[in-house]
């Protein structure tokens, strides 16, 4: 792709007025990175980055990620130019309530955005996850003759993305598995809000990644366009060449042009300055007024036809695929959609109804690892995964194919070996999640959640469709001891907003969870819908099935209901995971005293909250008082029993020892669960 630019028309110095003017009318933002990277923006989307600004959502269009997005008004400024859906009063609107342009790109907020960005170096690795996407859907989907998927994953990063622990994580991965396809300019200012970075960071960046098996492309002027438009046409070579992603390097100034603070931390995080702005105007020149473009500069930057050309020649590739491949054809776009297949609710129903009549008692996490061998087979999309805890966690199943490195592209696959990179792997996958095609799930302990959990909150902030396996639940464990052990994990993502946890009893509840995991809706671009990540929690050890009736069967994907009840309940016991089996137990050791309880099993506090207000009020009667039992912290469970009621928990770390040995041990037993019930009464 290409458009007119000669030097006259000054199209870098237009995102850098843009940046000075949006930062300096909200009094707040981060002008010295757009200013600086304005070229590398220039080169990018006006010759080689193929997007169509009347369609963002294009199937085949290259990806973009600002993985440094605190820069937001570089992308903010290089979309409107380019032609796309953001007028200049979204500019004017910068950071402010209900605007399009927030502080920090958000997907869905602006066409164009293809991912969430703000915490460092993450970005990158949905990049990561995006360019593999690629990969996978190139080697499951093109034909020869005929390819379909085809495109690349740009990303713009800076200092602190490769400070960032992360960027370890995934661009090891990603030069492992050879992503070609991914190119990362990197804006080597030198500066971070602290100062001049080689006083933290004097890591040889470019050795870093030739031993990650990147190819190392440098601009010793990143302010040269010309010089920026070959290094990306040389990353575009060598990847096809030796079939390894790309980092150019681009030497940049921070700030660059404004003539007093350009090249230092005052430009970082703070607006320039009524005078340092008049300054900058003069010293470019720019002598048009705040949010004024000419024609001319427009002209320059405007995608529109190039993009619609590029489009409109794709998509006659794909017709011409559609035609001698129909299915598969089909199959790419429901899946690029995220639907479901059709059929999909009956196939649902009936696998619920087959794991009822089982009747198997197993480890929870085997219960998982059953509902995905039956799911994959649905849904071939589906995509695991595990951080070198696969024979653990279960997220295998029998023929899974490993996704490999091949000697010229990648190696199709349904399971990836992520390795000892749980923070990568939750961040990667949402990369896949956001590209489409793709439904990504991975496993690793709970206790390790702690590693993955703000890519866990940027997916539920993206309303992506992820699914994070997190076995070994609890003291259930056993030997391995406290550092293992989870405590505070199950309650502590429940806090996380639109994440929706659940802590199955059986193999009815778990794939009633997995069930409910994969028909969250699905978020593309600008389609976003109220779906979301899913944190499926499972135990090591093997859980008693539960016999049900039909209403009890049903009840079990709407998040808490009535498991085992009794006529003339005096009290309520809720209980998850594990510890169902205790609140069962202790119902029977109840009743031979002559108090009648009820229990109820709520895999899902999140899903049982959403529930109408006659479902809740069913389950859990005001009149009854309640005693909550789970193997982790308290506190939560008052907002289900009240201040009168009592939680049967654990509030410190646990301990080295047998599993049945440390239930006892922590006072998790069925006397003490039907002791707390005779002390509500």
Request: proline share 5%; net charge negative; glycine share 10%.
């Amino acid at each position: 792709m290409n458009a007119t630019d000669s030097a006259p028309l000054h199209l870098a110095n237009a995102i850098r007025a843009l940046a000075m003017d949006a930062v300096q009318q909200a009094n707040s933002g981060h002008p010295g990175a757009p200013m600086g990277m304005a070229e590398m923006a220039q080169a990018l989307f006006t010759r080689h980055l193929r997007h169509n600004p009347a369609d963002p959502a294009w199937a085949n269009r290259d990806r973009f990620v600002l993985s440094n997005g605190h820069a937001s008004m570089l992308l903010y400024a290089t979309l409107h130019l380019t032609g796309y859906d953001l007028p200049m009063d979204e500019l004017r609107n910068f950071r402010q309530l209900h605007s399009r342009t927030p502080g920090h790109p958000e997907v869905g907020v602006a066409p164009g955005i293809e991912t969430t960005t703000g915490p460092l170096g993450q970005g990158l690795a949905n990049a990561v996850g995006m360019a593999l996407a690629e990969a996978l859907l190139a080697a499951e989907f093109n034909r020869p003759g005929h390819t379909v998927v085809d495109h690349h994953t740009y990303a713009f990063v800076g200092d602190g993305c490769l400070m960032e622990g992360i960027s370890h994580e995934v661009c090891s991965l990603a030069g492992t598995l050879r992503l070609s396809k991914l190119v990362v300019l990197y804006d080597d200012n030198g500066i971070s809000i602290d100062g001049n970075v080689e006083n933290w960071f004097s890591d040889d960046t470019a050795r870093r990644f030739e031993a990650y098996g990147w190819n190392i492309v440098r601009v010793a002027d990143g302010h040269d366009v010309e010089a920026v438009d070959q290094a990306i046409a040389q990353a575009r070579r060598l990847g096809a060449a030796d079939h390894r992603p790309t980092l150019v390097i681009c030497r940049t100034v921070i700030g660059q042009g404004a003539p007093n603070v350009a090249g230092t931390d005052k430009v970082h995080g703070a607006p320039l300055g009524a005078a340092e702005i008049a300054a900058t105007r003069a010293a470019l020149p720019w002598p048009h007024a705040p949010f004024e473009i000419p024609e001319s500069v427009y002209r320059g930057w405007d995608m529109r036809e190039a993009g619609a050309a590029a489009q409109s020649q794709w998509q006659k590739t794909f017709d011409a695929y559609a035609a001698q491949y129909p299915a598969e054809a089909a199959e790419l776009v429901r899946r690029m959609r995220g639907d479901l297949p059709a059929g999909f609710a009956d196939a649902a129903r009936a696998l619920l109804e087959s794991v009822n009549a089982r009747a198997e008692t197993v480890a929870t996490r085997k219960a998982s690892q059953q509902a995905i061998t039956a799911l994959v087979e649905l849904l071939p999309e589906m995509l695991g995964g595990s951080a070198d805890l696969t024979g653990s966690n279960f997220t295998d199943w029998k023929g899974a194919a490993p996704v490999r490195a091949a000697g010229s592209g990648i190696q199709f696959g349904r399971h990836i070996n992520y390795g000892v990179r749980e923070f990568g792997m939750a961040a990667i996958m949402n990369g896949i999640a956001l590209h489409g095609g793709y439904l990504p799930f991975g496993g690793t302990f709970l206790t390790f959640s702690d590693y993955s959990r703000n890519a866990l909150r940027m997916a539920a902030l993206m309303k992506q469709r992820v699914v994070h396996v997190f076995t070994h639940d609890s003291i259930g464990l056993g030997e391995d001891g406290p550092t293992h052990q989870s405590i505070e994990h199950a309650s502590s993502l429940r806090l996380i907003p639109n994440l929706s946890v659940w802590r199955p009893c059986d193999t009815v509840e778990t794939m009633a969870a997995w069930l409910a995991a994969v028909r969250r809706p699905t978020s593309i671009g600008m389609d976003v819908h109220a779906g979301g990540p899913t944190a499926l929690l499972l135990s090591r050890q093997n859980l008693p099935f539960v016999a049900r009736d039909a209403a009890a069967l049903e009840g079990a994907s709407r998040g808490g209901y009535v498991l085992s009840d009794a006529p003339g309940a005096r009290a309520v016991i809720i209980a998850t995971g594990s510890e169902v089996a205790l609140a069962l137990e202790a119902q029977k050791l109840l009743a031979a005293d002559g108090l009648a309880v009820r229990v109820v099993s709520m895999p899902s506090t999140d899903v049982f909250d959403r529930q109408d207000p006659e479902w809740r009020a069913a389950v859990l009667p005001r009149s009854l008082p309640r005693v909550a039992v789970e193997a982790g912290t308290s506190a939560l469970w008052h907002k289900y029993v009240g201040l009168d009621g009592a939680v049967v928990g654990i509030d410190t770390y646990g301990e080295s020892a047998p599993a049945g040995v440390l239930f006892k041990h922590f006072g998790l037993t069925a006397e003490k669960v039907a002791q707390a019930v005779r002390a509500v009464l």
